[in-house]
Nanobody
């Protein structure tokens, strides 16, 4: 099991930026793909972005393409989500998770709140 701790959330005005970080425990961080998800009040958790183990492949849900950038630093066991041009509809708790390798996500963090005011 991998321990994941998110940070970097907060309150920002529409159009602003935040960078989320997800620090992982364990020496095999560089071996697996990672993802970011979010859950808004009253809504189901949704996929936001993912990155391959090497960082060479990235994926985004349509609503964040061109605004969010996922990256990772395997030497620091950390994955990042740079969020620019934030919108009120981006308000949610953001979670990072480890991909098991079989397409499912396991080992979730506790989440970090992102609130975008209009």
């Amino acid at each position: 099991q991998v321990q994941l701790v998110e940070s970097g959330g907060g309150l920002v005005q529409a159009g602003g930026s935040l960078r989320l970080s997800c620090a992982a425990s364990g020496r095999t961080f560089g071996s697996y793909d990672m993802g970011w998800f979010r859950q808004a009040p009253g809504k189901e958790r949704e996929f936001v972005s993912a990155i391959s183990w090497s960082g060479g492949n990235t994926y985004y849900t349509d609503s964040v393409k061109g605004r969010f950038t996922i990256s990772r630093d395997n030497a620091k066991n950390t994955v990042y989500l740079q969020m620019n041009s934030l919108k009120p509809e981006d308000t949610a708790v953001y979670y990072c998770a480890r991909n098991s390798g079989g397409g499912s996500y396991v080992d979730w963090g506790q989440g970090t709140q992102v609130t975008v005011s209009s």
